[in-house]
């Protein structure tokens, strides 16, 4: 079982440029999320999904996409990159059993856009 | 709007001394409240939650947190802090209207020292 796993850990991306990340779980959870987390600003969310087929915009979408491709995996995608995207990047998921609210998270995508 | 406040950067605190973690929220209606720790180049992971019932609930590793209705606080608590506790902690709250959405606090790094 290894919980919410994220590709790659590192990239280092030039303006313009395009990449995504990648998420995945194995907990069978509904729900998926990709924030970012930037220094004294704490974690921002991007977009969400609550189930399969959905995708619902966060905070700050600007310059980001998504696809939830199945249960278990939630992309993320940067079109053109700038330099403002330069941050770390955390994919969540989250159960729907009853009680059950919290999120757990992937080890981070660390993104520097030059 | 909806949000959390974590009013101190940094706690310091010398090791086998108590620790408090301070958040306050913001919100209409009845809050779920969570408490996350992320060690360095790590994802999140969840310590606590308050959803409903007694004001003080009990975590991972020790770690305990009061709810507050009339300060509308949510501290950390532990009562005798190790230095394997230092990392940074977030506070973070539920949307009371789109319970797919959460909110984090700017985050308070814990330094614990010997």
């Known amino acids: 079982n290894a919980g919410v796993t994220q590709t790659p850990k590192f990239q280092v991306l030039k303006t313009g440029q395009s990449m995504t990340l990648q998420c995945a779980q194995d907990m069978n959870h509904n729900s998926m999320y990709w924030y970012r987390q930037d220094p004294g600003m704490g974690l921002r969310l991007i977009y969400y999904?609550?189930?399969?087929?959905?995708?619902d915009k966060g905070e700050v979408p600007n310059g980001y996409n998504v696809s939830r491709l199945n249960k278990r995996e939630f992309s993320l995608r940067l079109e053109s990159a700038a330099p403002s995207q330069t941050s770390v990047y955390f994919c969540?998921?989250?159960?729907?059993?009853?009680?059950?609210?919290?999120?757990?998270f992937g080890p981070g995508t660390r993104l520097t856009v030059t | 709007a909806q949000s959390v406040a974590q009013p101190e950067d940094q706690v310091n605190v010398a090791e086998g001394n108590p620790l408090t973690v301070k958040c306050t929220y913001s919100?209409?209606?009845?809050?779920?409240l969570f408490w996350y720790v992320q060690y360095p180049n790590r994802g999140l992971q969840f310590l606590l939650k308050y959803i409903t019932g007694d004001n003080l609930v009990k975590g991972s590793y020790g770690f305990e947190a009061e709810f507050n209705k009339s300060q509308t606080s949510f501290h950390l608590k532990k009562p005798s802090a190790l230095v394997s506790d230092s990392a940074l902690y977030f506070c973070?709250?539920?949307?009371?209207?789109?319970?797919?959405?959460?909110?984090f606090g700017s985050g308070t790094k814990l330094n614990v020292k010997p």
């Open positions: 919100v209409s209606g009845n809050p779920y």
């Open positions: 999904s609550a189930s399969e087929g959905t995708t």
């Open positions: 969540a998921s989250q159960g729907r059993a009853p009680g059950s609210y919290e999120q757990y």
């Open positions: 973070a709250v539920r949307d009371v209207y789109n319970f797919n959405k959460f909110y």
